[in-house]
């Protein structure tokens, strides 16, 4: 019963990850959709959300290395998806305060933004793969 219980709450704890990585694809989209007219279109807000689900869901929860190697190497998985969830976070930061506060930040910024986010998403379901290959 209480390895039922441990397992649904991991379920439950991912689930809630990839919601989170949905809401922050969503503000990204729309922010950078809203800022490049062609990308204005359901589509790029649905692949921005669902990018951030599988980032989220794949790239946060990363098994570690098993105690006695984490002292001998870097664990790469660990700082990818460290890495990724910092860049996916701040960019999608950036997009809710653009979209919030009704700036009109230069393009550059838009663009810095997209790339910011799809580098950070690609660097957790790059983590989130690594590490789950290897345990």
């Known amino acids: 019963m209480r390895f039922r219980v441990r397992k649904t ?32 279109t359901q589509g790029f807000l649905l692949l921005m959300m669902l990018l951030g689900v599988v980032g989220f869901y794949l790239g946060i929860d990363t098994p570690q290395l098993p105690f006695d190697e984490a002292h001998s190497e870097i664990d790469a998985a660990e700082l990818l998806s460290s890495a990724g969830t910092l860049c996916a976070t701040l960019t999608a930061l950036a997009s809710v305060a653009v979209i919030v506060l009704r700036l009109e930040p230069h393009d ?8 910011g986010w799809i580098a950070g998403v690609a660097m957790q379901i790059i983590a989130g793969a690594k590490a789950r290959m290897r345990a």
């Open 9 to 40: 709450a991991h379920v439950f704890e991912r689930l809630g990850l990839a919601m989170a990585g949905a809401a922050c694809g969503l503000f990204v989209g729309a922010y950078v959709g809203s800022a490049i007219p062609v990308l204005t």
């Open 108 to 115: 550059a910024l838009t663009w810095l933004v997209l790339l």
